[in-house]
Structures are given as structure tokens and as C-alpha cells.
């Protein structure tokens, strides 16, 4: 298990250090002026999914402003996020008739269930939980989707089952990697 | 200079000074939270400092009107006092009161604005508002507390209106907005100085020294 933890770690470290590199690259692309701030911002979320808190630094030092400004600018909008996605990633739908119907217990499921609260993701980046307005299915209110698919009538017996399902999914993986390494030799 | 009149009283004042700040100087007091003396744009955010001017439609804000002559000011009308004791309400409502442990006590803005507004420092008829983030635990030298602060941006105009990169912002939006430092490049560019400056501008206490 520690190994596979350090393996992941180094694999996480490694990815970072390729996304700064391919941040720092693309900021020449754009004027060294304040109006690009948001452009910028727009461009690491689009690329990488989220504003890792070097590349705020980065784009802070590159228009010449504090960190502190590049940050409120960041935080005002709902379209950045400040942690990568998770692998799988739920979100859960709070609209009108989800709230009608429970949703926020179906959140408080799923976050109890992955001991992460919602904005977050696992420390294995495997899931990550953000709640949305509105999904656009409200008859089958309470809705969640998980990844693209959508899951209506939701409750708190679907929750484990759909958390379960990765996790059998995931070790099946891995068991057939296993057996393919194994054959390789 | 030009003459105004203030109460029906006749003051003399510079043309162009802020109308605000000539009420204060000339003793009629007028609840206000977030002007500074010396300010270039007043952000007019609290909503308290309002009066009534002959001429205009309703009540405005006195620390956005700049005086010029023959200015007729009413600064304790109705309809002026019932603004300001909304505006205090409201703040009130998503203010952590609890006086007795909090180090502005007896010297804090709201509690003098209550005073004399006749509001109770505990709005009955208003939802409390409480934010559930923590603020600013990092930094090395200044604590925050988000709920009691009102949000007027005096820090910040301390901080932006000093030398070199700013260290404050606004973060967040809405009922979320919370005072925020961020990383610590922005820390080796500032003095402690500067620290207890910005601090020393908070109304309520919410941003103080971290040994407070």
C-alpha cells in the first residue's frame, strides 16, 4: 500500500512540474497587461481544470501585480477552482425541486461517505464532490451526476453502490494489470 | 471658500472639499464606517453616512458629495435616519456581538453608531448571518476574524494607498466576501509596520495584531 501512496505522490509531483512548465510557456502568449488577468486565469483552469496556487504566483509575477490581487479576481468567479478535479468526479444538483426532494442529504452522503466535503477531492484524486444548481432533469429529482451520467431518484443506498462500483472497477484494473505484467515476464 | 449651510446652520468650507468630512470637522456627527480621511474615491459602501440635500430627490451619501456653494444639508431627517438604521441592522445581523470578549470594545465603530442611532446592538427581527471560514490563520502577524468584520475596506485602503504591492483583497463574493492575504511573496514586501497599519484601520477589531 506505501508504495503504491509513493508511486502516486511521485506521479502527482511530476505532473505539477509539467504544468508549470506548460504554463510559464504559454504567458509570453499574452501582453503584460492587468486586462489579461482573467484571460490568463481562463487559460490555466481551461487546460489544466484548475488554478494550482504556484501558477497564481506565476501570473502575479508576470503582470507585475500581488499575488493577493491575482487571487481576489480568481475567487470572485465561480468558473475557477483552486483544487485539480478528482478522477471521477460527482456532482451533486441542489436546484429547486433537488432541494425539495432532499438533495442536500444526498450531498451530506456522499461527503460523508468519501470523508471529504464538497469543492474537495480524495487524497488519492480519485473523486472529487461539487454541488450545482440545476442538472436540467428535475423530474428525477434528487439528481447527481457522476462524471457525465446522470443518476436520478437518488438515495443514500445508490450512493454506496455507485462508490462501490468504482472501487470493484478499480481493483478488477488493477488485477488485470497484474496478470499482464505477469504474462510480459 | 463657499458658505453652506449644515442644520440651518452657516459654515464656511473649501469648494471641492469632501462634504463628509467638513460635517465632522464642524462637530454634526454622521455615522460613517468606511471613510478615510483623505480619501480620492470614497467606495460609499457602508451606507451610513447619509443626508438630505435641497435639490436632490432622496437622501445620498455625504462622503461622495463634494461642497460647493450655497448647499443646503439636513443631517437628521426621517427618511435619512431610517436608511441608517436599516444600513446598521443589516450589518448587525451578520456581526458576531459579542462585546464582552471582543478587543474593540468600548472603542468600536458600530457600538458607537448604535449608541446614536438608538439601535440595539441585537436586531431581533433579523436572521443572524454567520460565516463558517476561518480567516487568515497563516498569516505570521495579523489574525481575522470574518464575522466580525463589516466588510467597509479601510484595510485595504491603507494597504493599497501604501508603498510597493499590496497584501490585502477582497476574496470571495456575496455573503461570502472575506478579507484575505494570500501566499508569502507578498509578506517579504511588506513591513510590520505596514501590518499594524492596515490594522489599525479596522472600525470593529476584525483584523488586528495576532497577539491581540
Known sequence: MSETTKTTNEEILAEEKAMLEDIAARLSGFARERANLVPLLQMIQERHGYLPP?????VAEYLE????EVYGVATFYNQFRFTPPGKHQIKICLGTACHVKGGDIILENFERKLEIREGEITPDREFGIDRVACVGC???APVATVDESVQGHMAPSKVEGIILGFQIEKEREAREKQKDDAGEK | MAKILIDKKEIEAKEGANLLQVCLKNGFYI????H???????PASCRLCFVEIEEEDGPVTSCSVTVRAGLKVTTDTPPVRRLQRSALKLLLSAHDVDCARCPANKKCGLQTIA?????????KQLEQLRKETEGMEDHPFLRYDPNRCVLCGRCLQVCHGKQGQPFLTFAKR????VIASYGEKDLSNT????FTACAQACPVAALGPKND
Open chain 2, 174 to 177: 456575496g455573503f461570502d466576501t
Open chain 2, 36 to 42: 478615510l480621511e483623505g480619501m480620492d474615491s470614497p
Open chain 1, 65 to 68: 501585480i500581488a499575488s493577493c
Open chain 2, 115 to 123: 449608541r446614536f442611532l438608538k439601535v440595539g446592538l441585537k436586531p
Open chain 2, 31 to 34: 455615522p460613517n464606517l468606511c
Open chain 1, 138 to 140: 428535475c423530474a428525477l
Open chain 1, 54 to 58: 504556484d501558477a497564481i504566483n506565476m
Open chain 2, 191 to 194: 513591513t510590520y509596520q505596514e
